[in-house]
């Protein structure tokens, strides 16, 4: 059954340094999501992405944040300069067109120090 | 925007009882009503949803009901067993699919062997 990837499962950094956040989505997929789950909290949504543009965002979601599809398998989420409070699990999830199931890869859970 | 609250926090079962989670949402555009199960480690895993067409739907020892006039939908899982054991999210999102979910708070379910 296909699944959604994201790479790196655990990824550590200094504050004030950027990261990217890998996922790839299931092949068919057209929509994508980013969310995130501070420790012991609820997931909640940051961005959605369709046809190359960014559909739906957060407050979360500020000027530090920014997605990307750099070709045609991989989904990206940057943090320019990363903050303590970003420290958190960071899902990706993936959806067909015109569809409401949500599929979540398995998180990356970034540490700021 | 929608907010989505769920009770209880914790529950813990004797292994073969019933167990019920509830979930109240404050938007009434809202129309689907996932469920995920989250393991240690792990994205969470959609296991049953529901759109307002439909009251209940069921699917082996898994139950979800919906009550649109009273806002708030419930999850029941029969016959529980150890592998039960997780954190539990109802979440709820608009009417025209690939929108945002918007998560509950959580309930970690323990079944008692």
């Known amino acids: 059954e296909p699944e959604v990837t994201q790479t790196p499962s655990h990824q550590v950094t200094q504050m004030g340094q950027e990261v990217i956040l890998r996922c790839v989505p299931i092949?068919?997929?057209?929509?994508f999501y980013w969310y995130r789950q501070i420790l012991g909290q609820k997931v909640e949504f940051l961005v959605s992405f369709y046809n190359n543009e960014i559909s739906e965002k957060s407050e979360i979601f500020d000027d530090q944040f920014s997605v990307e599809r750099p070709d045609g398998s991989n989904f990206t989420l940057k943090i320019r300069s990363t903050k303590l409070e970003d420290s958190a699990m960071y899902f990706c999830?993936?959806?067909?067109?015109?569809?409401?199931?949500?599929?979540f890869g398995p998180g990356t859970r970034l540490t700021v120090t | 925007g929608e907010n989505v609250e769920q009770h209880p926090s914790t529950l813990s079962v004797q292994e073969g009882d019933s167990a019920v989670i509830k979930c109240t949402y404050s938007d009434s555009a809202s129309n689907y009503f996932p469920w995920y199960k989250q393991e240690l480690g792990k994205g969470p895993q959609l296991i049953i949803d529901i759109r307002s067409n439909v009251g209940e739907k069921k699917d082996q020892r898994i139950a979800v009901t919906l009550n649109k006039t009273a806002k708030h939908f419930s999850l029941h899982i029969t016959e529980t067993q150890p592998e039960d054991s997780a954190v539990y999210f109802c979440?709820?999102?608009?009417?025209?699919?690939?929108?945002?979910?918007?998560f509950g708070t959580g309930t970690r379910l323990t079944i008692i062997p």
């Open positions: 092949s068919n997929h057209l929509y």
């Open positions: 979440a709820a999102s608009g009417n025209f699919g690939n929108e945002k979910l918007t």
């Open positions: 999830a993936s959806t067909r067109e015109r569809s409401y199931e949500q599929y």
